[in-house]
């Protein structure tokens, strides 16, 4: 039996990995807004301390995987927060209680929106700037209804460049722990229920999106994913986004990439 630390647990994708993973006989403590294990909100400084905390309580000060799925995908600050610094300081503050399992793993959410053209200076403040800065630069960006869209794969982007541009590191891969994201198309989640609660919404999303294999997928795809990146079966993946997304990031990139 394995000890999962899951955010984002009482919805869609985390709910459905939390309740795979527990058929399957381990241990997980969940983290949400509420109605978890543990009730934080991870889009604050003082909410990921809590979090913190609490994960270190529950488990006795030692766990086996993260698997970072909290988010957002409202134009707004919040999703700015929740999904970067949210996710970032999930996989930080918990890495240290990796330190004491024979097969530690971790893995973030990012999106088939890493792929949509960024807002270049609020990547740029994500990664390498003051929190405070690229916070500041998302409340321009939401404020403009022709911009605020970007918020969300930008912080996807970044997400995805912080995991490659860590964990190849001293603290994760050299400490034996692989740290990958996955990257999903569409799924049917509470997220997503309204842009495909009409078969006229859910062909123009598609246009954006292509999924040519298997079209729109459930929850349990990824968690399928999620689960076998936190296993002791992976023991080589470093720093990858893996794209569960049907084929859009084929039909995107193209051959830009392998
Ligand atoms: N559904 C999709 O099509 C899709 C596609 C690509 C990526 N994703 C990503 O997958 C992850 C899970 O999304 P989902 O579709 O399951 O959505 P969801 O809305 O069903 O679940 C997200 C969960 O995150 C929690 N959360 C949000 N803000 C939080 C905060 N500040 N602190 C703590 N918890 C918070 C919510 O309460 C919710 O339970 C997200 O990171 C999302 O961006 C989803």
């Not at 927060?81 to 971790?106: D, F, I, M």
């Not at 034996?176 to 999303?205: Q, S």
């Amino acid at each position: 039996m394995r000890t999962y630390v899951i955010t984002g647990a009482a919805s869609g994708i985390g709910k459905a990995t939390s309740e795979l993973l527990q058929e399957r006989g381990h241990a997980v403590i969940g983290v949400d807004l509420k109605g978890s294990d543990v009730d934080a909100d991870l889009s604050t400084a003082e909410g990921r301390a809590t979090m913190v905390e609490a994960v270190t309580e529950k488990s006795g000060g030692s766990i086996d995987a993260i698997i970072a799925c909290a988010g957002l995908s409202t134009p707004t600050v919040a999703t700015a927060k929740v999904n970067y610094y949210g996710a970032v300081g999930t996989l930080t503050g918990l890495r240290p209680l990796l330190a004491g399992s024979e097969a530690p793993r971790a893995v973030a959410i990012a999106s088939m929106a890493s792929l949509f053209p960024p807002d270049d200076e609020l990547l740029h403040l994500f990664l390498d700037g003051a929190e405070e800065d690229a916070i500041a630069r998302a409340a321009v960006l939401a404020a403009n209804d022709q911009l605020s869209a970007q918020i969300y794969g930008t912080s996807k982007r970044a997400l995805a460049l912080w995991i490659r541009r860590h964990a190849a590191r001293e603290e994760w891969a050299h400490a034996g722990i692989p740290l990958n994201a996955v990257a999903p198309g569409i799924i049917r989640t509470p997220m997503t229920k309204d842009l495909t609660a009409t078969e006229e919404a859910t062909k123009a999303l598609l246009e954006m999106v292509p999924m040519p294999l298997n079209g729109i997928a459930d929850a349990i795809v990824v968690a399928r994913l999620l689960a076998w990146l936190t296993s002791e079966e992976n023991t080589h993946l470093c720093g990858q986004v893996v794209f569960v997304d049907g084929g859009s990031d084929v039909i995107i990139r193209g051959e830009s990439t392998w």
